[in-house]
């Protein structure tokens, strides 16, 4: 091919990808969320019911959507990206924060976790993809600080992953260095969008479409009056587990299951008994291996916590996870990652910095923000993601909304819808 028509198309291709990436964030704020419908799971949110109500929290997203859903492994559909969580913000992106994390089963990666455990400081972004695309997007962080001269300051970059190989054609190794810079400079405060966006647009939760979730709680003036966000990427579960303020939502929408379209069925031996789309609602029986993924959560706040302090936070994570029907299974990568806000530089010219700490005997509702938050994120994720065909044919159904509320009412269990705070 001309190499010059070549770069040309290219460029388009890259066009398309952004456009996409835009349609895709508007669309996902456009569907209700968890809230709006009436399932709050309890609490108060901020003002955006997302990570970012904690002040100085950026988030942005590259998505990635195009390419062939037939084409041959390694040069197949794009159903990908990647998320950037910048705890202080592009301007504060140098300044460390305290930070733990928590892995509930290890079966994932999240890199530079061993030097964050040992300094219980977070230096730099906390970045969200593919299974496949972890050192790509590593490298892209490091490219990305020395640029800024940053490079020392920002140290290993944290970098973790879910895998997305359904949807995604995860051996084309689609995300460059380039999406994950546009996902760090697109960072900013305020609504986040989320489903199939940026890391999570390949990702399936409890066998239906999701990705990227949202939510905050805001607790009482009595209680500090702090602020507890969480962001996840939702890729793990169980069908006939899922389950919503303690309904059965998994059982009574037993179809509508991941299924292929033909005319051959994806060539990855763990669907090799996945079966065809049968009319529009796909298939009835977990013929496929559920349980199987992962599921990374970011938790913020800006409590004065210290490293061991924001552990215990973390640690409370797989309790929400556990309300919604996660186990932990055995190939899962189930790994949170809590930072607090709270400064840290010491003043120009001294060594020691004055630090502050929440008295542990007022932690438990920041436990209990934390649990609430990581239940309505993960509605959330499924809730802004609609039904997808991804690679070699393979199809993801979005949880019908009329249906769930349908079972929440059966189970008398759905509040008149909140108003916006």
């Not at 996409?20 to 419908?37: F, G, I, N, T, W």
């Not at 239940?375 to 690679?391: C, K, P, R, W």
Request: proline share 7%.
């Amino acid at each position: 091919m001309n190499p010059f028509r070549r770069a040309s198309l290219l460029g388009l291709m890259s066009c398309l990808s952004l456009w996409s990436s835009s349609a895709e964030a508007q669309s996902s704020q456009a569907k209700p969320r968890a809230r709006d419908l009436g399932i709050t799971f309890g609490g108060t949110t901020g003002p955006h019911n997302a990570i970012t109500d904690v002040s100085g929290v950026e988030v942005g997203h590259t998505t990635l959507l195009s390419g062939d859903p037939r084409g041959p492994r390694g040069k197949g559909a794009a159903r990908t990206g990647v998320t950037a969580v910048l705890p202080r913000g592009k301007d504060g992106v140098s300044e460390d924060v305290f930070a733990a994390i928590y892995s509930f089963n290890g079966n994932g990666e999240m890199t530079g976790s061993h030097w964050l455990t040992e300094s219980g400081q977070l230096a730099g972004p906390v970045m969200l993809t593919n299974t496949n695309d972890v050192g790509t997007v590593r490298d892209s962080v490091i490219a990305w600080a020395m640029k800024r001269g940053l490079e020392w300051e920002l140290g290993l970059p944290v970098v973790a992953e879910t895998w997305d190989g359904l949807l995604n054609d995860i051996y084309g190794f689609h995300v460059k260095a380039p999406h994950a810079h546009r996902a760090l400079d697109g960072a900013k405060g305020g609504p986040v969008a989320e489903g199939s966006v940026g890391g999570g647009t390949g990702m399936v939760c409890h066998s239906f479409k999701a990705g990227i979730g949202t939510a905050s709680r805001k607790l009482p003036e009595s209680q500090g009056g702090y602020t507890v966000g969480v962001l996840l990427q939702c890729n793990y579960g169980a069908r006939h587990l899922l389950t919503v303020e303690g309904v059965p939502v998994g059982e009574e929408i037993g179809d509508l299951r991941p299924c292929y379209t033909g005319p051959r069925k994806p060539s990855h031996s763990m669907f090799e008994k996945m079966p065809a789309c049968s009319a529009s609602r796909g298939d009835t029986q977990p013929r496929t291996p559920e349980g199987a993924g992962s599921i990374i959560v970011v938790v913020a706040t800006d409590a004065p916590l210290l490293p061991h302090q924001l552990e215990r936070l973390a640690k409370r994570v797989p309790l929400g996870i556990g309300k919604m029907g996660g186990l932990g299974s055995n190939s899962s990568g189930d790994i949170f990652l809590a930072f607090s806000t709270q400064r840290l530089k010491p003043p120009a010219g001294a060594d020691v910095a004055s630090v502050s700490t929440l008295d542990n005997e007022r932690m438990t509702p920041l436990f209990e923000a934390t649990i609430q938050a990581t239940q309505e994120a993960i509605l959330n994720s499924m809730l802004a993601s609609d039904t997808m065909n991804g690679a070699e044919g393979s199809r993801v159904y979005g949880l019908p909304q009329d249906r769930l509320l349908q079972a929440m009412k059966k189970y008398g269990r759905l509040q008149a819808p909140a108003p916006a705070p």
